[in-house]
C-alpha cells in the first residue's frame, strides 16, 4: 500500500537554524515525491518535486531510494518559512497523490 | 488568472441535509481531483475527473457521495444525508493534462451540526 509517513506534527527552529522536515514512504514501484505548502490563509502549493531536482526557496530535497525517505531542507530558516508542509507522493505518471499528515513549521525570531 | 475557485468557502448542513460543493477549475484545465481532510490528517484522494468522465474515483465513500464535471460549468461534489463525520476540509485541484501540475483551490469547511 502507499503511505507517507510525517513523523513530526510540530516543528519549531529559531531564525538562522537550519531545517529538516522528515518524510517516509513506502511504495512497492517507483514514485514520484513532493513537497507542498500551505501558508497561513493561503491555498496549498507546490513547493518541489523530486524530478525537477530544484531548489526552490532555498530548500532542497533528495530522494533516498534505500531509505525510502524525501526529507526537506534548508540551511538557514527565515521567518516567512513558517507554514503547514506536506510530503506527497504519486505513481509516476498519474495525477492522484497520497499525503502525509502535515508537520507544522514555526520558525522562532 | 483567478486560480481554482472553491465555493463556498464555509457550508454548514445539518444531519441528513445535501451538500453540494463547486470548484471552478483554472482556465484551460480539463483534469479536476477532489480531496478531503479530516481533522489532523493529511489530504486524502476522493476522485479525478476528466470533462464529462469520472476516470478514478478509488476515494470515493461507496454511498451518498457523488461527482460530476459537466461539459459547462463547475465541478460538483454533492454529499446526500450528511452525518457528522462528512465534516472536513474538501479540497479541489485542477491540472491542464494528466501528470502535469495540479493546481489547489482554498477549500471549502463542511460542518455537519
Known amino acids: 500500500a502507499q503511505r507517507v509517513t510525517q513523523p513530526e506534527k510540530l516543528l519549531s527552529v529559531f531564525k538562522g537554524a537550519p531545517v529538516e522536515l522528515k518524510c517516509n514512504y513506502s511504495y512497492s514501484g517507483s514514485p514520484e515525491l513532493f513537497w507542498y505548502v500551505q501558508y497561513s490563509r493561503q491555498r496549498l502549493q507546490l513547493l518541489l518535486r523530486h524530478i525537477s531536482r530544484e531548489s526552490i526557496k532555498g530548500f532542497t530535497a533528495d530522494l533516498n531510494k534505500g531509505e525510502t525517505s524525501f526529507h526537506l531542507k534548508k540551511p538557514f530558516a527565515q521567518e516567512e518559512d513558517s507554514a503547514m508542509y506536506y510530503c506527497a507522493l504519486s505513481r509516476q505518471g498519474a495525477q492522484k497523490l497520497v499525503f502525509g499528515q502535515g508537520t507544522r513549521l514555526t520558525i522562532n525570531p | 488568472n483567478a486560480g481554482v475557485m472553491q465555493n463556498p468557502r464555509h457550508l454548514v448542513r445539518r444531519r441528513g441535509q445535501e451538500a453540494r460543493l463547486r470548484c471552478s477549475p483554472m482556465k484551460g484545465h480539463s483534469h479536476v481531483y477532489w480531496y478531503r481532510q479530516l481533522p489532523e490528517e493529511g489530504l486524502k484522494f476522493m476522485v479525478y475527473?476528466?470533462?464529462?468522465?469520472?476516470?478514478?474515483e478509488s476515494g470515493m465513500p461507496k454511498e451518498r457521495f457523488s461527482a460530476e464535471f459537466p461539459k459547462e460549468g463547475p465541478s460538483i461534489l454533492r454529499i446526500q444525508q450528511v452525518v457528522r463525520g462528512d465534516s472536513a476540509a474538501y479540497f479541489c485541484?485542477?491540472?491542464?493534462?494528466?501528470?502535469?501540475?495540479?493546481?489547489f483551490g482554498q477549500g471549502t469547511r463542511l460542518t455537519v451540526v
Open positions: 485541484a485542477s491540472s491542464p493534462d494528466r501528470g502535469t501540475e495540479a493546481f
Open positions: 475527473l476528466q470533462k464529462e468522465n469520472i476516470i478514478d
